[in-house]
């Protein structure tokens, strides 16, 4: 009654072609992102904001880029957290060896090198697919941990091979507290989903789902599959890399290359297929699930029994009601989060005639 | 529509449910008055995952201690309460547990923190002077830190990795019949490939350089279950000792039973600190008999202070471990010794600044902590004489004994095997110790503290 698409034309093109087109959605997003900026980094307490928020929208950003690659390219690959990495310690090094670059310069340029790592890694999905492709993406997995391990030039050779990032220093500003971290991974993450928002609805993005679709016709309708693939990688392992930087730098604060590990890649491939392939707002639903439920369940389990009950069980409790939790939400909703947000819309246009 | 339906009897009880536990996270962020002699601990354990053993023995020894305490009228009069979060040994959810455990629920902040491993401490290692809370590291972690002028919140009672590389070098040194026999032998460090694994590498190539000896580094990629090419190298090289540096049930059983398969002998292969405890041993079996293995805080129930706490604290059903005969194990007497040295900084928090019967903060625990003096005397009135090595701490040092014992499997359980032994040239270590923080202290523009 209150949320329906009827009543609303569009007049001119640029109407038409708007991100979110229906206007009680437009309302809550910039509701939602206004609170973001305003009201969370003034109310939330700082176990809020570095406990959760941030590292949630450092991995949100990750997933995206996995999201691209996998969801709406179809290329199966499981090497985010190296290119995590990638853009971690590249980030450090230049803020380390170039002292005039400003933060988001940095930035760009850790993401622009794990974007030229991705490409590298990217040429095998020319000749293989699927599985066999995850397979071999997942050298790149091991091979950028390695060479970071290797060679104590991207470690700036500290004797126990684990760095410590620098302050977040923008304009002369230092971004120290859990406040000002959160705003600018807020502002990052901002940015970079408008950004592939507006990817995946232009020729880009068009190209990249009729190569997911059939990449035979996609060649024959004229798409380049050396092209569109290796830009997809190139794209996809910018946003991890970034997302990276951001977790090393906003979260972590000091790393070692073992922190970025095969287990992390794959909760990043579980974040996107429980959020919703080929959804940007999946995306951030399933790094908030995968990332936020095993805390919440920590939380409640030892609130409810407290020292009661020995935490060697309820800590194993939690791990079984997590794998349980997932298998029933691969079963019953296999297309994701943003699906059920998808039907919730539907039903909410519906309502009150019909629930 | 089946999805629709589902939802429809699911969303409610997940939104409750959700609703519930942002609800109990909400009260730990809001500060209340704190009522009786409390005092707040976290107790960030690791239950869970292939280093469960760790944790659950080691947080159980601490919870054990402090239940005992309580059970004999605090500190002074002084109450422990303590707040549990679950880390899985893993670096992202230390920071969590950090940041939920700052603040107890009786709006106090906690004194210490103690992750119990390397990678969580290095993670929180940063925060520690900005919020105001001591690093205890027992045993582990940030090794330049015994440097309290660069390093003031972080401490590490149980002695490093660099002294204890150098203690191991030493008892090699007296089992070949003196230094001058170890020229020209071969010595493998086989570890895991992480900061860990690697952290004692600066002090033990610097010794068997100028002990003529050669050193040879085999690196095993984690979680370090499968050893098989990096043992097959070991027979290669044929070493006359290999010190193993591994983290993990899984990891240091694999070890010993790849090394008895290679034919390699177990009494020249010495174990770490964190590799050798009754968990990593019984499921290698015969193959861990004769293995060596350093000790900071010595295994066994004959200490007075551990027969107290199993004849009060579990003949009263309030023990933390689920299996009782644990206590006294390797894990849970380092826990027992973690925890006395907290109550320890508490008792000398509350002298220094005149607070007894009262809580302390955590600025009074630092200095506290600094203050501790484990005087043989001392250990003898708290009934662990023997179990740890007499020391005492100070301004500039912030570091145990540096001293250790060696224990050798017997098969069934560990044999004391020699006395408290420090590393063959302390004033060296000391030197790389301070190196190195010093190099920190200039890349991050700290001013080193004044403790004169």
């Known amino acids: 009654m209150y949320y329906r698409q009827a009543g609303q034309f569009y007049t001119t093109y640029s109407q038409d072609s708007r991100i979110i087109p229906v206007r009680e959605d437009r309302w809550i997003i910039y509701v939602v992102v206004l609170a973001g900026f305003c009201l969370v980094p003034f ?35 499981l090497g985010s957290a190296g290119f995590m990495a990638a853009g971690a310690f590249a980030c450090y090094n230049i803020e380390l060896r170039i002292e005039w670059m400003p933060f988001f310069g940095s930035l760009i340029l850790s993401g622009i090198i794990a974007a030229m790592i991705g490409i590298v890694f990217g040429l095998p999905s020319l000749r293989v697919r699927g599985l066999y492709l995850m397979v071999a993406t997942l050298a790149s997995q091991f091979f950028i941990i390695w060479v970071i391990d290797k060679f104590g030039w991207f470690k700036n050779y500290d004797s126990s091979g684990i760095i410590t990032a620098q302050d977040i220093v923008i304009f002369g500003k230092s971004f120290t507290t859990p406040a000002e971290e959160y705003l600018v991974c807020l502002f990052v993450c901002a940015v970079m989903t408008v950004i592939a928002l507006n990817m995946v609805r232009g020729s880009v993005g068009r190209n990249w ?51 970025f590990d095969i287990l992390l890649s794959f909760r990043i491939l579980f974040m996107v297929i429980i959020g919703g392939l080929g959804t940007i707002i999946g995306c951030y639903l399933g790094a908030g699930f995968i990332l936020l439920m095993p805390v919440f369940l920590n939380i409640f389990f030892h609130a409810v029994f407290g020292q009661a009950v020995d935490a ?6 939690e791990q079984v009601i997590f794998g349980v939790m997932i298998i029933l939400f691969m079963i019953y909703q296999p297309l994701g989060m943003a699906r059920i947000l998808e039907i919730m819309q539907e039903r909410l246009r519906k309502w009150p005639f019909k629930i | 529509m089946m999805p629709t339906s589902l939802l429809r009897r699911v969303a409610p009880v997940s ?4 609703a519930a536990a942002a609800m109990l996270v909400s009260p730990m962020a809001m500060p209340t008055e704190a009522q009786a002699a409390e005092q707040y ?14 944790g659950t023995g080691y947080y159980g020894g601490i919870i054990d201690y402090m239940t005992y305490v309580n059970m004999n009228g605090g500190i002074n009069g002084v109450m422990f309460t303590w707040q549990e979060c679950e880390t899985e040994y893993n670096a992202k959810r230390t920071v969590e547990c950090f940041q939920r455990l700052l603040t ?61 590389i150098g203690m191991k070098l030493k008892f090699m040194a007296e089992q070949e019949g003196g230094v001058e026999n170890m020229k020209g032998k071969k010595i493998v460090h086989l570890h895991i490939d992480s900061a860990y694994g690697r952290e004692p590498l600066p002090a033990m190539r610097k010794i068997t350089s100028d002990w003529g000896m050669e050193l040879v580094e085999i690196s095993i990629p984690p979680p370090g279950l499968e050893q098989q090419s990096q043992w097959l190298q070991i027979r290669r090289e044929r070493p006359d000792w290999v010190t193993f540096w591994g983290a993990g049930s899984g990891m240091n059983a694999t070890g010993m039973t790849n090394a008895a398969r290679m034919g390699f002998p177990r009494e020249r292969l010495v174990y770490v600190t964190f590799g050798g405890a009754e968990e990593d041993m019984v499921p290698a079996g015969d193959a861990a008999k ?30 933390n471990m689920e299996n009782p005969d644990r206590v006294g194990q390797v894990y849970w007497n380092r826990g027992l010794g973690a925890a006395v040295m907290w109550a320890e900084a508490i008792r000398n928090a509350q002298r220094i600044h005149n607070k007894e019967g009262q809580p302390v903060t955590g600025a009074e625990f630092r200095d506290g902590y600094e203050a501790i003096n484990m005087t043989p005397e001392r250990l003898e009135e708290l009934g662990i004489t023997g179990m740890v090595a007499p020391f005492a701490l100070s301004c500039e040092k912030h570091d145990g004994a540096g001293e250790f014992r060696m224990m050798q499997w017997n098969g069934e359980k560990f044999d004391i095997v020699s006395d408290w032994m420090g590393p063959p040239d302390p004033t060296f270590i000391r030197q790389l110790v301070e190196d190195s923080a010093g190099k920190f202290a200039g890349e991050n523009n700290i001013t080193p503290k004044n403790c004169s």
């Open chain 2, 15 to 18: 939104a409750a449910a959700f």
């Open chain 2, 290 to 319: 004769g293995t060596f293995v350093v000790a900071n805080a010595v295994p066994g129930r004959d200490f007075p202070l551990v027969k107290s706490i199993l004849d009060k604290v579990y003949g009263a059903g309030k023990g």
């Open chain 2, 41 to 54: 601990m976290a107790v960030p354990s690791s239950r869970v995952g292939p280093f469960s053993a760790m």
């Open chain 1, 312 to 317: 060697t069980l309820t800590s194993a409790l």
């Open chain 1, 43 to 77: 109310f939330a307490s700082d176990y809020w904001l570095s406990g959760i928020l941030i590292p949630w929208l450092a991995l949100s950003l990750v997933a995206l880029g996995q999201n691209i690659l996998m969801g709406y390219t179809g290329q199966l690959s």
């Open chain 2, 104 to 164: 107890g629920p009786n709006g106090q902040r906690t004194l210490v923190f103690d992750t119990l491993g390397t990678p969580g401490a290095y993670a929180v290692i940063n925060r520690m002077a900005e919020e105001e809370v001591v690093l205890a590291q027992y045993g582990y972690g940030r090794t330049d830190a015994a440097d309290g002028t660069v390093w003031p919140w972080v401490f590490n009672a149980a002695s490093h990795y660099w002294s204890q």
């Open chain 1, 209 to 259: 789902m009729a190569v997911r679709d059939m990449d035979v016709a996609a060649e024959v309708m004229g798409i380049s599959l050396l092209k569109t693939k290796l830009q997809a990688f190139a794209i996809s392992s910018f946003y991890c890399g970034v997302g990276g930087a951001l977790f090393a730098f906003a979260f972590l604060k000091s790393m070692e290359p073992v922190a």
